[in-house]
């Protein structure tokens, strides 16, 4: 299984919160330990890994749309609010609302892009 298979599959798949390697097994035709082993060993990572850093790209990506912050979550794939801060947090090193407040500041342009290119 290529690598490429499975970013394309997360691609189509990373808004759905319950989509994990049970699911990407089903949709492979391969067994969950195989799918494991094979996004570990091409990747050095977990699904769980990838599916999380999609996530935060496309919570990037909707607060740079100005999208409410109370619906991000979920458009990104997030199973609640306090998992998406959590991780966006993880990940980035600041809150959601600080890198929205960031985007709104024109002086702050700078800041922003050293957050996103932390991802």
């Not at 290529?2 to 759905?16: G, V």
């Not at 890994?49 to 919570?59: A, M, P, V």
């Not at 794939?77 to 998992?83: D, I, L, Q, R, W």
Request: a positive charge; charged letters at 30%.
């Amino acid at each position: 299984m290529k690598l490429d298979t499975i970013h394309n599959i997360i691609e189509q798949f990373y808004h759905d919160c319950k989509f994990n390697v049970d699911a990407l097994s089903m949709l492979t035709g391969y067994s969950r330990g195989y799918v494991w082993e094979q996004i570990k060993s091409t990747s050095d990572t977990t699904l769980g890994e990838l599916l999380e850093r999609k996530r935060i790209e496309k919570s990037l990506e909707l607060i740079s749309k100005n999208i409410c912050l109370c619906t991000v979550h979920s458009k990104a794939g997030f199973t609640n609010a306090k998992s998406f801060r959590r991780a966006f947090k993880k990940r980035l090193g600041v809150t959601p609302t600080y890198y929205k407040k960031l985007l709104s500041d024109n002086t702050k342009s700078e800041e922003a892009e050293r957050i996103r290119n932390k991802l």
